[in-house]
């Protein structure tokens, strides 16, 4: 499914004709179909989130749930350009340090109460603040934050900062009642465990450990939106069992890893199923294999070189991911913004990467073996532990042995984070914009001992200094030529492995319509999807 | 010895379980021979359906070859089961001639020991301790040990309560023997028939408990093992039921052999006993 | 047994119990706590990004800055007084959870055991009436074979055979959800979603129960009081279940107490193959996530199941024989 951007300009400009706009253009997806009223669409969620306040909770599943409920000012579309959501229009200073939105009116909370500037400027000085570190990084650049109107907001940062824009999506900075949580501990407050938000649906129901169910805003800002009655999540945590539910049609959307990669070619060939990989432009996953600097040889250039090198990146994705997803060529992904297509790594080539080696001083034993790493294997499920064992045998190719570990979640986020591993896996979303998703695992201030900095060690001057450029740099012009240079320095000093461009499959009943229309995908308030009859 | 095999002979189907149980290990010594190379090497197309471009039975999702899979898996699923049983014999039999041969306060002591072990739900344990302790071979051997014991304490105190009070105990005792030479020398070896057939039950269901932990991901991740197969096999079963049909087939085979063996064992042990089947640990 | 000794025998029986769930409690505990990895990391690592800042409060919450004992003593006092802590992955009390859980691990659990023992007693006896039958082979044979194969692996043949190529019954969950039911209909759902697992889990306590049944009855049978009844013209229906059965039944009402944990252990297996929302598959996913008051609260109370329905059996013992030894 794609997206066509009419009218819709840079986030400095637009205003709520545009957004309109788009909407139309949304309806316009389901092709001279009418949009229907009613219905109740059974969906699946892996694994159950543990509480679905946005913010609070931040992983997968709550991301796809809690936007049904809880809105952003802003979403995103496919190119990443911004779509008014509860701000209709914004105005940003030609030195991108002044935010000011005007927000829409007559929105009301679930509980009735109007949504006014009060709650955004709690939402992001205060809960988010508190709660979220990723929002925490970026809104402590905000000097103040004020509301001239009840519907307006203005923000003014310490320095320019282009991709604060990036921030406004219900998945980064959702927006939440001031008079539910002021005054309370936002992680026990009594919203946490029946939200609240401005979105198309509401709270209804959760059985744990079986399903959540959400039900229609009537009073929704949105005249005659959403068109379901209900959304239901059906906790399924083995897979063959999911899939079997979308085929005898007992659910009609499955999203993020719910489906296997081996299972998806099955979906496609079915008629009245819908696969699509499209709604992840904004997240844009990036795997790789995550290298401990301090670990000897890794340190060395040229051993990075010649284990990149020893990957076939095609197979990865042919094989292991079944087409879903594709080689990654570069530290950003292709669909995050600045991404530069000229410069990629080189391609799987074993006679070179065992030259590489043997110039770095490695030489294989009687068993052929140069140097043994030990491997921590994701613990994110099969295709994983697949991964694992195809990079053993792969490095096994140019004499690297790699020995397997296997972990659950919490040791594998705790080793990682206290840098006692050798290699592993990872992927991390990058947010739209390398400031936002890629800076944090290559600058050298920020190598810390927590999940997702930069816990390799690679330190390299340069790099620091060009993404500190980029960062505060106040055009794009000037920001392209400084993540140009960095893409060039990281893929010749490879300090991660760079392995795919993720994409998950959503597979989805063909009567259901309007489904990925943004870039945020399965990720959005869902307000436009319809059961066609 | 031969008149133990005529007792053994009688049972047709403990002569069949050996037979099979002899193919499993001699699939085991011949895994290298017939498989050279390692069991992990994509060596094939993926999912090619059994007997196709000479891949008996068939590949797995990255083309790795199932039959190769499974005879190096039949090398590590019968070492797991025989060091694991080993170490929870060493720990029963200690426990269980302590208990039966003092007996009053180390009896006591060792039995209510013996009971909790039993009272937290065996399973459980397996899969707490494997975790905790991150899944490897020793992780995984040493979990199964631990809650295999309880059974052989009890079945060796038992034992020892009855022979404690015999001639031939009471007579070392005259003798002056130490108690450890009675425990070990006399005691033991009589004491000895339900210990056997109580291992080779043993083996069996430690070779089930390390295929139920690798299905559940538990697995040691650099040995080829039949739960791993499973493991790996069971998510693609509708796309390629071969990945998990064989190796579930394997274990099937090996346990069922394990027990027949069992019972076979138990009659030529224990003539007066030659009708009972009841061998559950 | 007499009643007026049955108080003293009911009282000592309690104190014992009492005693071994407070052990499970402690060793638990200890056990849980021996893990490397802290519920903080793990938050932190699932919420794609953090700071020192939010790991700090993280272990905060959840109490890690104390010193050890200072934890446990908090937890025994608090188990103590049937509170079994807070989940702050899940943002809800511990007792919370497992109550929302544990119906469907007991019906699940409940079904599976009830099939096992009836089945494997009827079949057990039946084999043990027609020693050397061809029907005494079979059950022998079938028996041998579920005590064989891997529990997870049953599983999966039922849910290929009915659900996918029969298409008889649904292959997961435990109601279907989304359709308007009531009465007699909710049962008839949630039974048609029972069937399966509860047939899985119950296969191989079957096996396990027929054996057991089938070589107690032959050996009770070889005994002298049998022997006596049979020479008296005592009729050979009436000796198998007056005599026989009643006797042999002590052994597997022992092994049912034995086997109660095991059955809570098989359940993770079942319910993770056939996403049934108990407490089984609450277990297995508090331990992937280091959910230490869950994990340490399921424990606790699949301990209290066990020692109740082995004082249950104790109990039933000395019911059935009367010559039993109480204390």
Not at chain 1, 356 to 371: K, S, T, W
Not at chain 1, 446 to 462: A, H, L, R
Not at chain 3, 147 to 167: D, K
Not at chain 3, 284 to 311: H, M, Q, W
Request: glycine fraction near 8%; charged fraction near 15%.
């Amino acid at each position: 499914m794609t997206v066509r951007r009419r009218g819709l300009m840079g986030g400095a400009l637009l205003g709520a004709g545009a957004a309109s706009n788009f909407l139309r253009a949304g309806d316009a997806l389901a092709q001279g179909v009418q949009p229907r009223r009613g219905g109740t669409l059974q969906s699946i969620l892996t694994p159950e989130p543990p509480i679905l306040q946005i913010g609070v909770n931040n992983q997968g599943p709550t991301l796809i749930v809690a936007p049904k409920m809880f809105e952003g000012l802003l979403t995103f579309t496919p190119t990443l350009e911004p779509i008014p959501v509860l701000a209709t229009s914004w105005t940003i200073s030609p030195d991108n340090k002044e935010f000011v939105f005007k927000l829409r009116e007559n929105v009301t909370w679930h509980d009735g109460r109007p949504f006014t500037a009060e709650d955004v400027i709690f939402s992001v000085m205060k809960f988010h603040m508190e709660v979220a570190p990723r929002a925490r990084a970026i809104f402590s650049l905000i000097e103040t934050a004020e509301a001239p109107d009840p519907h307006t907001v203005r923000f003014v940062l310490k320095q320019s900062f282009q991709p604060f824009l990036l921030m406004f999506d219900a998945t980064a900075c959702a927006m939440v009642a001031k008079h539910l949580f002021d005054g309370q501990d936002y992680r026990t407050a009594p919203a946490v465990q029946r939200p609240v938000g401005t979105g198309p649906f509401r709270f209804a129901e959760w059985q744990r450990g079986n399903f959540i169910r959400l039900e229609r805003n009537p009073t929704y800002w949105q005249e005659g939106k959403p068109y379901l009655d209900n959304i239901i999540y059906r906790i399924v945590p083995d897979s063959q069992s999911r899939r079997l539910a979308l085929e005898s049609g007992q659910v009609q959307l499955t999203s993020a890893s719910d489906i296997e990669p081996f299972d998806v070619p099955a979906m496609r060939s079915r008629p009245n199923l819908e696969v699509s990989t499209q709604g992840w432009e904004y997240f844009s996953p990036l795997s790789w294999v995550e290298l401990n600097h301090r670990v000897a040889p890794l340190g060395d250039a040229r051993v990075r070189q010649a284990m990149s090198l020893a990957i076939d990146r095609n197979f990865i994705a042919q094989r292991l991911w079944f087409g879903i997803g594709k080689p990654a060529t570069n530290p950003v992904a292709s669909t995050t913004r600045f991404f530069d297509r000229s410069v990629a790594l080189p391609a799987h080539n074993i006679r070179e990467a065992n030259a590489l080696l043997d110039a770095a001083g490695h030489r294989p034993n009687a068993q052929g073996v140069r140097f043994t790493l030990k491997h921590l294997v994701l613990p994110y499920g099969e295709v994983w532990s697949r991964l694992a064992e195809y990079l053993r045998q792969s490095l096994r190719q140019v004499g690297i042995a790699l020995e397997l570990e296997s972990t659950d979640a919490g040791s594998w986020a705790r080793r990682i984070g206290n840098w006692e591993y050798e290699t592993s896996v990872n992927f991390v979303y990058q947010f739209g914009d390398p400031t936002l998703g890629v800076e944090r695992t290559y600058v050298s201030s920020n190598i810390q001992k927590v999940t997702f900095t930069n816990t390799g060690g690679y330190s390299n001057p340069e790099v620091d200094e060009l993404f500190a450029q980029a960062r505060t740099a106040s055009t794009a012009a000037e920001r392209q030529t400084a993540f140009t240079a960095v893409q060039r320095i990281l893929v010749r000093d490879v300090p991660q492995i760079w392995l795919m461009e993720m994409a998950f499959p959503t597979i989805s009943d063909k009567r259901l319509r309007n489904v990925i229309t943004t870039g945020l995908g399965v990720h959005t308030n869902f307000a436009d999807v319809f059961l066609a009859s | 010895m031969r008149d133990f095999w005529r007792r053994y002979r009688r049972n047709k189907g403990a002569v069949v379980g050996l037979a099979l149980l002899l193919l499993v290990f001699a699939l085991a010594a011949a895994a290298p021979l017939l498989f050279p190379g390692s069991p992990w090497d994509m060596a094939g197309a993926p999912f090619l359906p059994p007997g196709e471009m000479g891949m008996l039975l068939g590949t797995d999702s990255l083309g790795r070859d199932v039959a190769a899979g499974i005879a190096h898996g039949a090398r590590i699923s019968l070492m797991v089961g025989a060091v694991s049983t080993i170490f929870a014999l060493g720990v029963g039999v200690s426990l269980g001639a302590i208990a039966g041969y003092l007996g009053g306060f180390a009896d006591d002591l060792v039995m209510r020991f013996t009971e909790f072990f039993q009272t937290i739900p065996s399973f459980v344990l397996a899969i707490l301790l494997v975790a905790i302790f991150t899944p490897s071979i020793t992780s995984v051997i040493a979990a199964i040990a631990i809650v295999s014991w309880p059974p052989v304490a009890r079945v060796v105190r038992a034992e020892f309560l009855s022979l404690r009070g015999r001639e031939f105990v009471q007579a070392a005792e005259v003798l002056g023997k130490s108690r450890l030479s009675i425990v070990v020398g006399d005691i033991l070896p009589n004491a000895l028939s339900p210990i056997i057939v109580l291992a080779s039950l043993m083996v069996a269901s430690a070779i089930l408990l390390e295929s139920a932990l690798s299905f559940l991901g538990l697995g040691d991740p650099n040995l080829m093992t039949w739960g791993f197969l499973i493991g790996s096999g069971r998510s693609v079963i509708r796309l390629a039921w071969w990945m998990s049909v064989f190796p579930g087939l394997a274990i099937f085979v090996t346990v069922l052999s394990l027990n027949l063996v069992g019972e076979g064992l138990s009659d030529a042990l224990n003539p007066r006993l030659a009708r009972q089947r009841g061998g559950a640990a | 047994m007499e009643a007026s000794r049955l108080p003293g025998f009911l009282a000592r029986r309690v104190v014992k119990s009492v005693l071994v769930v407070l052990a499970i409690v402690v060793c638990n505990f200890l056990l849980v706590h021996a893990a490397p990895g802290d519920p903080a990391s793990v938050m932190a690592g699932q919420s794609g990004a953090a700071d020192p800042l939010f790991l700090e409060q993280l272990r905060r919450q959840f109490g890690l800055d104390q010193p050890f004992h200072i934890q446990l003593w908090v937890y025994l006092k608090s188990v103590l007084s049937l509170d079994l802590g807070f989940s702050h992955r899940q943002q809800a009390p511990v007792a919370q959870l497992i109550a929302e859980r544990l119906p469907a691990t007991l019906l699940l659990t409940g079904a599976a055991f009830i099939f096992a023992v009836g089945g494997g007693v009827a079949l057990g006896a039946l084999a043990a009436r027609r020693v050397g039958s061809w029907a005494d082979s079979a059950i022998t044979a079938l028996a041998l074979t579920f005590y064989a194969t891997p529990l997870f692996w049953v599983g999966l043949m039922l849910v290929l055979v009915f659900s996918v190529w029969l298409e008889w019954l649904p292959s997961f969950g435990m109601s279907s959800v989304g359709v308007e039911l009531h009465g007699m209909a909710v049962v008839w759902d949630v039974a048609q979603h029972l069937l399966l697992p509860a047939l899985t889990l119950g296969l191989f306590y079957l096996a396990v129960y027929a054996r057991l049944t089938r070589a107690t009855m032959l050996e009770v049978a070889d005994q002298d009081f049998v022997k006596t009844a049979r020479a008296k013209g005592v009729p050979e229906g009436r000796i198998t279940r007056a005599h026989i059965l009643r006797n042999a039944l002590l052994p597997v009402i022992t092994f049912a107490g034995i086997q109660a944990g095991q059955l809570v252990g098989g359940s993770i297996l079942v319910e993770t193959v056939f996403a049934w929302p108990g407490i089984g598959r609450l277990a297995f996913e508090a331990l992937l996530a280091r959910d230490y008051p869950v994990l340490l609260g399921v424990f606790f109370c699949t301990s209290v199941i066990v020692v109740l329905f082995n004082l249950a059996t104790d109990l039933l013992y000395a019911v059935i024989d009367p010559r039993v030894e109480v204390g």
